[in-house]
């Protein structure tokens, strides 16, 4: 049975959380919430988890809840009066009904928490998540370095006398 690695984020308690993101203050939340979604999708890509970045409606007046996807990242903006921590609730609630779904639930949010393990997800704290994708680039920058280091030429391959021969013929 396959099963459908998913990984759900408190957008905010994360953005709060990390150090970077202390720069852009309250207010330009917008490119902080665009340099998240970004870093996760490309964790995502790399691990092959489906990832889920739920944000409360913070100034927002649209009434309704509000989905977009960018890239492979499912962005969940709340309706107005819902908090990001009761949409988690009940999202990790739905997903791990299925033994399909591996849930992993990422917020330092210690009630968050409690509720999270009782519905038979993991958490991570918004810290852990840092470091989890942080190793996560480092293991990608040392693919490519690999890849770069270990580049093939067909000299590689073939035989001493066989490069002697193209070589006399490479000079006439």
């Known amino acids: 049975m396959k099963q459908n690695r998913i990984l759900i984020v408190d957008g905010y308690n994360v953005i709060n959380d990390w150090k970077k993101f202390s ?3 309250m ?13 996760l999708s490309e964790y995502g890509a790399f691990t092959g988890t489906s990832i889920e ?8 007046k649209n009434p309704m809840a509000r989905k977009q996807v960018f890239d492979n990242v499912s962005v969940f903006y709340t309706k107005v009066h819902q908090t990001a921590d009761s949409y988690i609730e009940k999202r990790t609630a739905e997903l791990t009904v299925s033994r399909k779904n591996i849930v992993m639930v990422a917020t330092s949010d210690g009630a968050e928490q409690q509720f999270i393990l009782g519905k038979g997800a993991s958490r991570i704290s ?11 680039k480092r293991k990608i920058s040392s693919k490519i370095n690999k890849k770069v280091n270990d580049k093939s030429f067909i000299s590689d391959s073939l035989d001493r006398e066989i490069l002697d021969v193209l070589g006399e013929w490479g000079k006439k």
């Open 126 to 136: 918004s810290r852990e998540l840092r470091l989890e994708m942080d190793r996560a």
């Open 23 to 25: 720069t852009f203050g």
């Open 27 to 39: 207010e330009n939340l917008a490119a902080a919430r665009e340099i998240l979604i970004e870093e």
């Open 53 to 60: 970045v739920v944000f409360d409606a913070y100034r927002n």
